[in-house]
């Protein structure tokens, strides 16, 4: 018998996860409303960061950094029944400390040579992205595996391919001249889309679970 304290820590932890995304996503709509100066095409959501107003965007990265601990933990309390799923939830923790990093270390704006502060910003903002891209994909393995998450199937996929076709097209876009900025918040909205997805889809089974466990 399932003990569903267990299942209720989980949903917790996923609407932890839930209300974190949601304050990533709040700090980054707010800057561009406090930063109208910083022209969209040619300025990445981490250029939020320097300048007036700076704190709201380090603390928008500290809210991802916390979804990301939260939904590992939730996941590994919903006792994941596969070694893929334990590597999404590992991924996860990857992501979160690399956002800590990012919140910690702002990037580099303008056309000054490069600070070491900054390219710890950029290493991170690396490690950020291919840590959550595999997380997806991991995700999209784990619910043709688990049956529990088998009602997700369909949006992990469709949310995984359009994390990566967005990430491809920031990777094209990243030249002078090119709208890379656009192509940055593209893919930031897929992301947030995803990260509030499956916290969202964690925190409703768990709590289905911990109902069938009373």
């Not at 997700?152 to 094209?172: E, H």
Request: hydrophobic fraction near 55%; charge should be positive.
């Amino acid at each position: 018998m399932k003990n569903p304290t267990i299942e209720t820590g989980a949903s917790r932890l996923a609407g932890l996860a839930v209300l974190a995304f949601a304050g990533f996503a709040a700090g980054i709509a707010l800057m561009h409303v406090l930063r109208p100066d910083y022209a969209l095409a040619n300025h990445m959501v981490s250029d939020y960061a320097v300048g007036p107003w700076g704190a709201v965007m380090t603390g928008a990265f500290a809210c991802a950094s916390i979804g990301c601990l939260a939904l590992a933990i939730g996941l590994v309390r919903s006792r994941l029944v596969s070694g893929v799923g334990w590597l999404v939830a590992a991924l996860f923790v990857v992501a979160a400390v690399g956002l800590t990093v990012t919140a910690l270390y702002p990037t580099d704006v303008g056309e000054g040579p490069p600070t070491p502060t900054g390219e710890i910003h950029t290493m991170s903002f690396l490690v950020n992205i291919l840590s959550i891209v595999l997380a997806s994909i991991g995700l999209a393995i784990v619910s043709f595996r688990d049956a529990r998450w088998r009602t997700y199937r369909v949006g992990s996929v469709v949310l995984s391919l359009l994390l990566i076709v967005a990430l491809v097209v920031q990777i094209k876009t990243l030249h002078r001249g090119m709208p890379y900025g656009l192509a940055n918040r593209a893919f930031v909205v897929v992301l947030v889309t995803w990260l509030l997805s499956t916290a969202w889809t964690l925190r409703r089974l768990s709590l289905g679970a911990a109902a069938r466990s009373a």
